[in-house]
């Protein structure tokens, strides 16, 4: 088995534990600071214009300026914003901000609700899927937002190295990241499974922008049913590269067929030579007294959903013991987030 690339620095994180009251509290306003003016587009104007005039973007997009001027002094009191006048740019660490916006996205736009009621999932009160739900929309945004900022460029390095002719994503969402492959790759073709219906009828308007009509197929289906109730998908048995991100944890979550998983996906896709399975994993515990981004609302998300999560070690095991050879665990982007590359052994 090949080793693992070390995670990088970063994994390990800034922020020192234990959090002292003050830390924790202006850090739960400023996550809702930074996910509002992501929402209002401020960030994304910054970036575009460099500086930002205060009163002529909120006459530009009709918003409160009271209200949006109080959000861009609490951003300077958390030091991501600079004023001069009316005008703002972002600081240093303001810019650090911008390129992880997708775990406020995720955080505070996704899962607000469910860290909410931690209390009342822990009192049988609420139940996840139940009577208590994440916004669907904001978690696939935010992930899309980490993607491209941090993901993107390490997956297009592993594909580079790859041959194929058909690929096939699962979970796929809106199929933008197999439409965009396969148009880097002429003579390829692409499928893009999801259990979304309404996903699946976005990407058909993904494949059209494109111009890949014909060339990449959305299809809704359940990846489940296809590992285990002999639902297929037309061309998917043609696949040479099959892929799936944050999405394997959840093909998991039954334990009387966890085992099951991967050995499934070798006869799904008998002739795929190569597997890209990105996921997060539990992070470690070391002794160290910092804490990265994203990992701790990773775990504690999935611990109120009542799915499980893995260490890297027990997905080497699942890989292993499902007859795939791991030829290398790429570090990807989020922190304790591997890109896992796999052939069937």
Not at 42 to 71: P, W, Y
Request: net charge negative; hydrophobic share 40%; charged share 25%.
């Amino acid at each position: 088995m090949s080793p693992v690339q070390t995670f990088t620095a970063q994994w390990q994180g800034e922020a020192l534990t234990p959090l002292n009251p003050d830390t924790a509290f202006n850090g739960f306003i400023c996550a809702h600071v930074v996910h509002a003016l992501e929402r209002l587009g401020m960030f994304r104007k910054l970036q575009d214009d460099g500086s930002v005039e205060v009163a002529s973007f909120c006459r530009e997009n009709e918003l409160d300026e009271t209200i949006v001027h109080a959000l861009v002094r609490a951003a300077e009191s958390f030091g991501y914003l600079r004023s001069r006048g009316d005008r703002v740019e972002a600081t240093p660490t303001g810019e650090d901000v911008r390129r992880t916006l997708g775990f406020f996205t995720w955080g505070v736009g996704g899962y607000h609700d469910v860290f909410a009621n931690a209390a009342a999932v822990a009192r049988g009160e609420r139940r996840f899927g139940v009577d208590l739900h994440r916004d669907e929309g904001m978690v696939a945004l935010g992930s899309a937002q980490a993607d491209t900022a941090l993901m993107r460029h390490i997956l297009d390095e592993e594909i580079a190295e790859l041959d194929f002719t058909t690929l096939v994503d699962l979970g796929a969402g809106v199929s933008e990241r197999v439409s965009r492959l396969v148009k880097a790759r002429p003579g390829s073709r692409g499928i893009g499974i999801d259990i979304s219906k309404s996903a699946t009828e976005l990407a058909v308007g993904t494949v059209e922008r494109y111009g890949l009509d014909g060339t990449v197929t959305p299809v809704c289906a359940d990846v489940l049913d296809i590992l285990f109730n002999e639902h297929q998908v037309k061309g998917a048995e043609e696949a040479d590269v099959v892929m799936s991100f944050m999405f394997l944890h959840d093909l998991l979550v039954d334990p009387a067929r966890r085992d099951q998983v991967i050995p499934r996906l070798r006869a799904a896709f008998p002739k795929a030579n190569t597997f890209l399975l990105g996921d997060t994993t539990v992070r470690p515990r070391n002794g160290e007294n910092t804490l990265p981004v994203f990992s701790s609302g990773f775990e504690l998300a999935h611990a109120l959903m009542g799915v499980p999560i893995y260490t890297r070690e027990a997905y080497e095991e699942l890989f292993d013991k499902g007859g795939m050879r791991l030829r290398r665990a790429v570090p990807f982007g989020a922190p304790h987030t591997y890109l896992f590359v796999l052939e069937a052994a």
